[in-house]
């Protein structure tokens, strides 16, 4: 082993886009010596290296670069700058199932893409019925594939490529298609092939899949390496860059001001418990304190609690705190709120921190206070979910099946 | 699902055009290609010859049944009505300008009809390119190929209907040059269709003005006209220009070979001669052809 399976150096693809017919013509016309082109860089100035048997996923927000590097990589187009080598045979299943002939049958298509792959026709035979068995398309192989259904074709691409035992296989957010039974074959049969020691190339939107099935990652935004390590690490930071970026707008949006005499809160902030630092951004398990600072002109007529949230993008509520829950009463005119959490069991997410001024039944709510900065929790394992549950494990021995 | 485009394991895939000078052993690389995806070859030209006739109840018949009108037509029209007779012709020759212009347009359309659907083969088999990465350089042979096995086929239907019924005298041991004409006409048409496709990738005005030419290329070859001062007078001065012309050898050739050289004031050449003539043509154009694809087809999959 210990050879690169992929070799990448400062690759770069520039699409030439032409403002018109004419330009296009004059610059064929002159050889190319009249450049009527702009050049658009679709990637450029990537540089990795993937290990044999390496499992490497690939991130990014779409226009990113993604599909060009993937097609690069696959042969069906090629570099404008730097270079590139693959190690052993190479299997791709690019843009769902779209490599099909639409006019032929699975049967024929499959004919077609084996004597691409240099198949001989014995060789595809003895494979035919082991696609056909993994694809499940039944009767339709002798239809035309424009008859299919997306499901079926991303199948019967997904049955073909993986049949031909490629030594690096390249995968573009093909996973996601199909329904669970077959994205559960799927991700067997690339499993499978992860520990038959060969190289996997996983393009994908979900981040779960990323740092689930691959070691390290790339993440590239704009055409540009933004990021490239271990996979935990990278997704981390991307899933905050497309936080930060996706939630601009609704992070800014000002807090509802309550009219004068009304109560209000003035300030809050989450700070670091170790260095009393404020932050918005901590690792998971981090022990941390939330403090608000509020004011209340007219104790007697407006009964007061306080509350504090953690929501999630999405506004779902992941955890929370409030005075008329834990008993606390909040008497003064003004005054400082120090709610203190130790080793937070937030995992790895982005969470809205709402502070809430109730009346004293805790159903009115008086003022509700969203901090500007979201709070951005790092995880550095794989754990799923949106909060560590404190557990362990036991084993017994198997006595007798549980009575009903 | 993909294939990469001929490359093999481990070698690097460079970035930048390829140079003129790595094009130029295109040609051999290209005959490589060839004969190691012969399978795809073979299987493409199959496909478009029953593409043609899909959806046919005679499907399969009719590309025999087509020459077979052709020279019916060719030959009543031109023995029994049109007074056309070429001058001290015995009587079992008057069919001769009648298989002269058979022959001809057979040649002619099975030449010509290569070349020109070739140069939008790779526009409409665009998916192909950029998602299979199919090798793009067998598309335009398998155009030629499939219309020359046409061609072929109507040959093939004039031997057994104008020899079996002692309409024309058997060819006989000429009928050997038959496998190198038609590898000097398949080398030609594919050195143009490679251009010609290549081309319309680019500018889709190439396949349009491609029409035109051959139009007028048509008519400048000796295909529905003899050129011979007893049939034409007015030939004379153009004469030694006429001759130039790659494809009035081929049309020369071929009608040389299934017409035994007869009748023998219309064969000032001999068969030898007339393939001396073309042979530098065909494989001019190939390697014209072979390179200029090269040179061009990296950026086939961003423009298609």
Redesign the interface.
Known sequence: MGAAAIEIER??KA??RYASGVD??LE?ASFGSVRRHREFWALRGVTATLARGEAFGLVGGNGAGKSTLL??L??????????????????????L??????DLSGRE?L???G????LS?AELRAKEGEILDFAEIGEFVDAPVRTYSTGMAVRL?FA??TAIDP?VLIIDEVLAVGDLYFQKKCIDRVLDFKRRGKTILLCSHSLYDVRNLCERALWLEHGVVRGLGDSVSVTNDYATFQREHSDASLTSSAPSTPPAGLPRVLAARVVRRTDGAEVHEIEAGESIEVRVWWENSDPERHALQLGLGFLRQDRTLVAAAATHLDGVTVDARSGAAVLEFDALPLLAGQFTVLVVLFDGDGVHRHHEFTLQEPLTVRARTKELGLVRLPHRWRFAPLEAPPAR | MQATREREPGEWVEAGPVRFVDGLSASGRLVRTIAARRELVVAGVRRDLAARFSGTLLGRLWPLLTPLFLFGVYYFLFTRIFGFRLEGLPEERRAALGVWMFIGTLVWTGFAEGVTRASTVLVENGTLIKKLAFPAELLPLQTVLASTVTQLLAFGVFAVVAFGASLWPFAGAALAWVPAIVVLQVLFAYGLALCASAATVFLRDAAAALGLLFTVWMFATPVFWMPVREVLPTIEPWLPWIERNPTHSLCYAWRAVLMSSEPALAFPRSIDAELAAFAPWSLGAFVVGATFFACVKRRFADEV
Not at chain 1, 76 to 87: D, I, K, L, Q
Not at chain 1, 97 to 102: M, R, Y
Request: aromatic share 8%; no cysteine; net charge positive.
């Open positions: 690759l770069g699409y030439r296009r013509g064929l097609k690069l696959a042969g069906t187009t090629f570099p404008s700058e730097g270079r590139f080598r693959v190690a052993g045979r190479l299997g791709a299943l690019l843009e199932g779209a490599g099909f002939h639409l298509n004919q077609l893409a004597a691409l792959l240099g026709r691409s073909l490529a030594d």
